[in-house]
């Protein structure tokens, strides 16, 4: 900072926000509908709270500006997400989940004593786009990219969404990257930055789970998200 001491507040601050691209980082879910169940009882929206500051802390690095929406778990209305995005000047929009399964696959355990239902039906990561999205090119170009991150950081992704089952039947959009079209998510569909929804991983599958409760799983998803979004021009290199 010490080359810009010099600047006028106005000139520094002006600067700031033409250098710092402000990104939204969307917690899925809320306390009253948490989202999906973990094989050992943890909801979906405290992964997706745990995982929000450590992607924010990745894209700090790269000089960008991370802003949380939903964190506190009190985020009810999903159109309320991408109008906050933009109202904070969001560049892009990136929804952070982790994921279930379909019913048909679920299955009872005994964890401490209590019963809790799993899968270990599918495992991986999955990042969502829809065609509704005025910027769906852009949507894509940065998924593609971040999941070619979250790939070459050693993470596979989740083919269950294109099952031929009720509830699936996704179409891919960049197959050897995990992207699918979902075009109909709200978040998605109502918000007019690019915007991308990952699914962080299979909290029911019980394996999973474990390591996506690890902290270092958490810096490597949130590592990846920075590369990727490095690496379709969103945001800019890591600063040395
Ligand atoms: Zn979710």
Redesign the pocket.
């Known amino acids: 900072m010490t080359a810009f001491r010099a600047l006028p507040f106005a000139a520094l601050s002006m600067f700031a926000q033409a250098a710092s691209p402000v990104i939204a980082l969307d917690v899925?879910?809320y306390n009253e509908k948490p989202?999906?169940m973990s094989a050992r009882g943890q909801t979906?929206l405290s992964f997706?709270q745990a995982l929000e500051p450590i992607v924010a802390d990745a894209l700090k690095q790269h000089g960008a500006t991370p802003i949380a929406i939903g964190l506190a778990g009190d985020m009810a209305s999903l159109t309320a997400r991408p109008r906050a995005a933009e109202a904070a000047g969001a560049k892009f929009f990136l929804s952070l989940?982790?994921?279930s399964t379909q019913a048909e696959f679920m299955q009872s355990w005994d964890w401490q004593g209590t019963q809790r239902q799993y899968s270990d039906h599918t495992s991986g990561f999955s990042i969502f786009v829809s065609r509704l999205n005025p910027q769906v090119a852009t949507s894509l170009k940065c998924a593609s990219a971040i999941g070619t991150a979250l790939v070459a950081a050693g993470f596979h992704p989740n083919e269950s969404h294109a099952e031929h089952i009720h509830g699936e039947y996704k179409e891919w959009a960049d197959k050897a990257h995990g992207v699918y079209y979902f075009d109909k998510l709200v978040v998605l569909k109502s918000a007019s930055m690019p915007a991308a929804l990952l699914?962080s991983g299979v909290i029911v599958n019980r394996d999973e789970e474990l390591v996506l409760s690890k902290p270092e799983t958490r810096q490597a998803i949130a590592k990846a998200v920075a590369d990727g979004l490095a690496s379709c021009g969103m945001i800019g290199t890591p600063a040395v």
Request: zero cysteines; glycine letters at 20%.
């Open positions: 899925g879910h989202g999906a979906e997706n989940h982790h994921d699914e």
